[in-house]
């Protein structure tokens, strides 16, 4: 089956400053990766998502690239904010297959 | 508003005594999943089910049951609750481009 690989698993960055976080995948038939957020108490969110017949895609301050000779996709988030603090998480997934395989998951900390 | 609802969202319960959590969505998903969040672990997929009266187990399927009697609806049971299975559980629907929404979950502690 599918093994994503997630990191870092931490990840402090003071506020202003850009986060990237990076996953790694196994089955090379994966073609959709989506990130979520997942505040403290709350469920994960869909943030952003991408399909394999694109490269990157980018909404306001996030951005997603997929590189998929080399089976890895990665989050860039741009002048963090307070509010970007969450555990972010990677998955990846088959068409036609809704079955998510997830990271481990990383904890992001925006330093004022 | 388009959500998915899970009740309870606390749980505290002992080994053995049966218990159901809720779960429904109303988005007119016909996808619909059940995951388990544990730390280091990510989350990991109980059950899923695509369309109503059908259901398929997941990576982590053993100690539960599912039922799909409506599509809005997807309980999680629980017949005999052990101890490892504290954990968060988050039920899941999907829409047609295969995006997955997320319920609050539901904290689930067995002693």
């Known amino acids: 089956g599918e093994n994503v690989e997630q990191h870092p698993s931490t990840l402090s960055v003071q506020e202003g400053d850009s986060a990237v976080i990076k996953c790694t995948y196994s089955d090379s038939a994966s073609n959709y990766f989506p990130w979520y957020k997942q505040e403290l108490g709350k469920g994960p969110q869909l943030i952003i998502d991408?399909?394999?017949?694109?490269g990157e895609k980018k909404d306001q301050r996030i951005a997603v690239t997929l590189n998929k000779t080399a089976k890895h996709f990665s989050l860039h988030i741009t002048e963090t904010q307070p509010e970007d603090s969450a555990v972010y998480f990677c998955a990846a997934s088959t068409s036609n297959d809704y079955k998510l395989s997830f990271g481990a998951g990383t904890t992001v900390t925006v330093r004022a | 508003e388009a959500q998915v609802t899970q009740n309870p969202r606390y749980l505290i319960t002992v080994t053995g005594k049966k218990l159901t959590v809720t779960c429904s969505q109303n988005?007119?998903?016909?996808?619909m999943s059940w995951y388990r969040q544990d730390p280091g672990l990510g989350l990991r997929q109980i059950y899923y089910?695509?369309?109503?009266?059908?259901?398929d187990k997941g990576d982590v399927p053993e100690g539960y049951k599912v039922s799909r009697k409506e599509k809005r609806n997807f309980p999680l049971i629980l017949e005999s609750p052990s101890p490892n299975q504290t954990s968060l559980y988050f039920c899941?629907?999907?829409?047609?481009?295969?995006?997955?929404?997320f319920g609050p979950g539901t904290r689930l502690t067995v002693t």
């Open positions: 991408i399909r394999s017949n694109v």
């Open positions: 089910s695509m369309n109503v009266e059908v259901t």
């Open positions: 899941a629907s999907g829409g047609s481009s295969y995006e997955q929404y």
């Open positions: 988005m007119n998903h016909e996808y």
